[in-house]
């Protein structure tokens, strides 16, 4: 049976608490959010049975670990940082488990192109300067606002490894492009910013391929 997993809605959650707590305005302990979703949607059964989906909440788990420093680049980064490592997983997943050779092809690129990025972006945070953004709050805002338009944006679960790499990639990668757009929109780092547009460019057309593939493989 198919069930309904809320992930854009979770992103959003995550990036809203931090939002609060960086302006000190929580009222209650945030670290209880990813477990409260678990519990509240059955995700913690079905990931004992569904590895993508499994890899998806260790993601927004880790996601929820970043707090901000006030500091717009680096917040962008160990955000899109961690972002970028559970593709990285996902991918390995479909490698492992998957069986449909485009999709395999697909998840190597998504690796080899992800991994260079993460590259990049931990060496621009062991370097960069960490000076808080007079622009943090409304940064921290527009990121919130960015994964919000995506909470109506569910995902069936079809436990088909193939089928639910791609439909959950679908709304990973719709993220990483929100994320760099709200990015460009409050950033000035050259690097960043040229990073974001290339984030903006490749993931856009891996998501209209993605629901290429989904729409062929409907069963």
């Known amino acids: 049976m198919k069930t309904t997993f809320l992930l854009a809605g979770l992103t959003w959650v995550v990036l809203a608490c931090n939002t609060n707590s960086n302006n000190g305005t929580a009222t209650n302990d945030t670290s209880d959010h990813a477990t409260h979703h678990e519990a509240g949607t059955g995700t913690k059964d079905q990931n004992q049975v569904n590895p993508v989906t499994a890899t998806m909440t260790k993601m927004m788990h880790e996601m929820h670990g970043s707090k901000p420093t006030g500091n ?21 997943v479909q490698l492992d488990k998957g069986n449909n050779a485009e999709l395999k092809t697909f998840a190597e690129k998504v690796i080899a192109d992800q991994n260079k990025e993460i590259g990049f972006m931990q060496d621009f945070m062991s370097k960069a300067p960490k000076a808080t953004s007079p622009n943090s709050a409304a940064f921290q805002k527009a990121l919130s606002q960015s994964m919000s338009a995506m909470m109506a944006a569910n995902t069936t679960i079809y436990n088909d490894i193939d089928r639910d790499y791609a439909a959950q990639m679908v709304p990973h990668h719709q993220s990483a492009v929100d994320m760099a757009k709200a990015y460009l929109e409050y950033g000035k780092e050259t690097s960043l910013t040229t990073l974001c547009q ?7 057309k891996e998501i209209n391929w993605l629901k290429g593939w989904l729409d062929k493989n409907q069963k």
């Open 72 to 92: 717009n680049d680096i917040d962008f980064a160990a955000m899109m940082l961690e972002h970028h490592k559970g593709a990285v997983e996902m991918s390995k």
């Open 198 to 204: 290339n984030i903006i460019n490749s993931q856009t």
